[in-house]
């Protein structure tokens, strides 16, 4: 069977109009294998009558917050009448409102006026009036000073390892000391490829294989600009550029590195792995480098399917998306010496961008599992803290605090912060009657979904907190020692990012339309909707102690379109005045506080495309949600880089087009010359005069 083919096949298996190239190639088509979380740790609805708990506010009025707020938020208009205009980089027309120095209501100064949401079969950026977009960088440009130029007809795996990578997905851009806010350097994820788009389907096999391995990775990159006035562009053969490919080393550190649950015959010693698979989101630390996680990993590894935690980590007996087991003996565990390999996968990986010879390295401590990403701060003792979302329905939420504390100005240490610490996993509890939680997410009688949780200890001083489980098993099947201790059970957390300003923590649940499906575990406090098709945004308030094994949360937002019927919760603000959206993924704030939020699923959801949002999270308008922008068909709402400051933003469109084929594509963006679709970091700025 051709390898193109097999997105084809999967069309059947997909649910509404979530795409069925993206199930299977990005996510192995999990969602129709069914959840991988089995276990019998008590949900919510087991324990609430028994433990419910003092209610607690975060964030201000959690009644109904029946003001009007005009102005900002008027009905929406059909969609589509919002788009921007024109084909490639492009502009939305400029009424002047998106420029002006006047603050918007909310304290920032990229003060806009949302744009109506957009059909998701439309294949353009749109942006709000007053404001550009720009392509940064794009798939295929080269890095390097003699790196080839992108050639849609003559790819090969030797070019593509000189060129930017597939799928970029998070994002980060640090400014260069002493550049004077005119260079900078950007970190990007490239998570997965779409062959079927990407090549000929006349490809040769092999080269289909190497080309698609050669567009995973890791990219970073130096831009450049004259001014904050103008958009960024990357500077080919910089000092920085760097793309970090398969072949390349990883150091494993933490307790886990050098057990035996790591080796293989390659690596006798457990400690050097190569590459990184499936980066999804990420973080960027205080001190400066940069964090991915490693999600989707099963899809790549053809194993016996047989234990209990190959089972409990998707990873199976059956032919890959891609078939590189076909080609390589480390991608089938199957074969003799390789039974440990998928074990080196699904990790939170940190790069430093600033020195380009430096070896990536994977941190055991912080557990193994889909990590969606990792976002650290740092808490008043000193100690790293990180949070980390194990994005897979019914999986859980992680925290992990450094056993040692940051040391200003001490680089070299700070690097060490995170190969030990404590690992922790989320317990929530909710203060409502379970009769008042039915699963429709109506708002029960004490007008907020909230209550207080706890982070229940995997590891603690460098020891296994688990019963039958020694701190190498802890952090290798991090999902089994989890199940042991009874966490709750989440509609898959994505993105997870603690405020600066506020230092809550929010975290995106995507959706989970398994939720009190079938025997699996009903609705809660904490993920109140059955068959959750929008998801929604938990907040928690560890009461400014990031170390606490406490806390008091409240959901933020129960996402959804209100016109067209859903029944959602935006912590009171008035429900026709937000701009409809579903399926958060990736969280970012900006200078003053405000969340945004880019979505990944918004056709299977609401039946527009993808975007991005600003919300509003303190005063009386909490919980207003403001579209931004809108991107091309098929695509997601990736990596958001809020700088306000300037007005300007940046987002990483993945997967445009990608239900589409070779001959037959459905996205030429961002250059629509006809040929197909590129994923790229766009920046969006105020129009220029
Ligand atoms: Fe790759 Fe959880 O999104
Ligand atoms: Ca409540
Ligand atoms: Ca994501
Ligand atoms: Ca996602």
């Known amino acids: 069977m051709s390898l193109i083919d097999l997105p084809l096949l999967m069309k059947d298996a997909a649910r509404g109009k979530r795409s069925a190239v993206t199930c299977a190639l990005k996510c192995a088509s999990q969602c129709a294998a069914g959840p991988c979380n089995h276990s019998d740790n008590p949900t ?21 917050l029946a003001i009007a707020l005009g102005g900002t938020q008027g009905a929406f208009a059909d969609p589509g009448k919002g788009r921007g205009k024109g084909k490639g980089a492009g502009e939305g027309s400029d009424n002047g409102k998106g420029t002006s120095g006047v603050l918007a209501p909310n304290g920032s100064k990229l003060r806009f006026e949302a744009i109506a949401p957009v059909d998701y079969t439309v294949d353009e950026f749109t942006v709000a009036e007053g404001f550009a977009w720009h392509p940064v960088i794009r798939w295929g440009d080269p890095l390097f000073a003699d790196a080839p130029e992108f050639d849609w007809n003559a790819q090969s795996a030797e070019a593509q390892k000189q060129q930017f990578g597939y799928n970029n997905d998070y994002t980060e851009i640090q400014e260069i000391p002493g550049s004077h806010g005119k260079r900078a350097v950007m970190f990007v994820n490239h998570e997965y490829t779409n062959e079927n788009i990407m090549l ?22 130096e831009l450049e600009r004259k001014n904050k006035n103008f958009p960024y562009e990357y500077v080919q053969g910089a000092a920085l550029n760097r793309r970090i490919l398969l072949t390349d080393e990883f150091t494993l550190t933490g307790p886990a590195a050098g057990s035996d649950l790591v080796t293989t015959v390659e690596d006798p010693s457990g400690t050097t792995v190569l590459g990184t698979l499936g980066n999804c989101a990420g973080g960027l630390t205080p001190w400066g480098t940069l964090l991915s996680g490693e999600e989707n990993f099963n899809g790549y590894f053809r194993t016996s399917g047989a234990s209990v935690a190959e089972k409990r980590y998707g990873l199976a007996d059956r032919a890959t998306a891609r078939g590189w087991e076909a080609k390589y003996d480390r991608y089938d565990s199957r074969n003799e010496g390789y039974e440990n390999e998928p074990n080196r996968f699904g990790y939170i990986v940190e790069v430093d961008p600033f020195d ?58 700070n690097l060490t912060l995170l190969e030990n610490g404590d690992l922790f996993v989320a317990k929530f509890d909710g203060n409502s009657p379970s009769a008042e939680i039915d699963g429709s997410g109506e708002v029960p009688a004490d007008g907020s979904f909230d209550g207080s949780g706890e982070w229940l200890p995997l590891v603690v001083g460098g020891e296994s907190a688990v019963p039958g489980f020694t701190v190498e098993e802890v952090l290798v099947n991090t999902r089994l020692a989890a199940d042991a201790v009874g966490p709750t059970k989440m509609d898959r957390c994505e993105d997870v990012e603690p405020s600066a300003h506020s230092r809550r923590v929010y975290v995106a649940c995507t959706n989970n339309s398994n939720r009190g499906v079938g025997g699996n575990a009903p609705a809660d406090e904490m993920n109140p909707r059955a068959e959750n098709r929008d998801g929604h945004i938990v907040e928690i308030d560890e009461q400014g102690d990031q170390t606490s094994t406490s806390f008091a949360w409240n959901l933020l937002m129960l996402c959804g379109d209100p016109a067209q ?42 039946g527009y495309g993808d975007g991005l949002f600003r919300v509003t999270l303190e005063g009386e308008a909490r919980g207003r949600v403001e579209q931004f922008l809108s991107v091309p068909r098929d695509g997601e709402t990736c990596g958001p880089i809020i700088h306000d400051e300037d007005r300007t933003a940046f987002v990483s469109v993945q997967h445009p087009g990608e239900d589409g084929q070779w001959g037959d594509q459905l996205s030429y963006f961002p250059d629509y010359d006809g040929v197909g679709p590129k994923p790229s970091v766009i920046q969006v700025l105020p129009k220029r005069g």
């Open 565 to 606: 019927g859903d029944t959602t919760y935006f912590s009171g603000f008035p429900v026709e005045k937000v701009s409809p959206i579903s399926c958060p993924d990736n969280l970012a704030f900006d200078s003053v506080g405000n969340l945004w939020i880019s979505t990944d699923g918004a056709p299977s959801g609401i």
């Open 356 to 413: 380009p010879t430096s070896t990536p390295r994977k941190h055991t401590s912080l557990g193994r599992f889909k990590h969606e990403g990792a976002n650290v701060i740092l808490a008043e003792d000193g100690r790293a803290v990180a949070y980390s979302g194990d994005d897979e329905r019914f999986d859980y939420l992680y925290k992990f605090v450094s056993r040692d504390t940051y040391v200003e100005g001490d680089r070299a240490h």
């Open 44 to 64: 919510f609805r087991d324990i609430a009558s028994s433990a419910l708990s003092r209610r607690t506010v975060i964030g201000g009025s959690t009644a109904a």
């Open 200 to 221: 000929p389907p006349e490809t040769d096999e092999d080269d289909r294989i190497e080309i698609g391995m050669a567009a995973h990775g890791l990219t970073v990159v």
